[in-house]
């Protein structure tokens, strides 16, 4: 897990800058390089959803991920963790959005899904060392905005991207390049969502429709 571990200091160097920065920057630069995040977002969850090998599977998966995340409220969980947390360090402001939106984009896209797949099945780590340096990038922008929220984001890349690595090595002969890019191309569309809520065109429930991913991952295997 080193490309892990290596993403989640890059997060923390880089949003504590962001942190630094953040009450010296004037509201309106923060407020373009926040639309800049966004449209990034939308364009390279454009891109990703483009890789789909099958349109039916990522509606479908989608949908039932949708569902499921609702009747689960994963929304709900991820925003009491946030609050129970920003009582805990006694932040005020955006801790909350700045947390679940930090986890998604950090967490949700091909470099994530195919870099910690790739060290897990080879050990080979260059993709999530590439995604690191991007990451840290982007929580300077978000840090600078939302707050230490962002930090705490470094929790659910330990979780999800570092279990992805481990599990990549426990199911090796499922994860076939079919299934990668169903996997992509659903995180794609959550992607999109991201930068239409960063850009306050729509607010999305986006954490409702993470089981999309294991939808993608499930549907994938039995249909072609």
């Known amino acids: ?39 990034s977002s939308l364009a390279l969850g454009f891109m990703l959803a483009l890789k789909t090998d099958n349109i039916i ?3 479908f998966s989608v949908i039932l991920g949708a569902v499921v995340g609702e009747i689960l409220k994963i929304e709900d969980f991820l925003e009491g963790v946030g609050e129970k947390i920003k009582r ?42 590439t995604k690191s340096i991007l ?19 470094t929790i659910f890349i ?3 991207q570092g ?16 299934t990668v890019n169903m996997i992509t191309g659903v995180g794609g569309v959550l992607i999109i969502g991201i930068g239409l809520n960063i850009l306050r065109l729509k607010k999305l429930k986006l954490s409702n429709f993470l089981p999309a991913l294991v939808f993608a991952f499930i549907l994938s295997i039995f249909f072609k």
Request: hydrophobic share 50%.
């Open 1 to 39: 897990m080193k490309g892990t571990i290596v993403n989640i200091i890059t997060v923390l160097v880089g949003g504590g800058f962001g942190l630094f920065i953040g009450n010296k920057l004037p509201d309106r630069i923060k407020k373009i390089a926040m639309e800049g995040v966004g449209l």
């Open 57 to 59: 599977i990522m509606v």
């Open 88 to 129: 805990k360090i006694g932040s005020e402001g955006s801790f909350t959005e700045g947390f679940i939106t930090a986890s998604l984009i950090f967490c949700v896209g091909s470099m994530t899904i195919v870099g910690a797949i790739n060290e897990g099945l080879t050990g080979d780590a260059t993709l999530l060392y």
């Open 135 to 153: 990451d840290g990038i982007t929580s300077i922008a978000l840090s600078s905005t939302l707050g230490i929220g962002v930090l705490f984001s």
């Open 158 to 160: 330990l979780i999800y």
């Open 163 to 178: 279990g992805l690595t481990i599990g990549a090595s426990l199911v090796k002969t499922l994860l076939t390049p079919h």
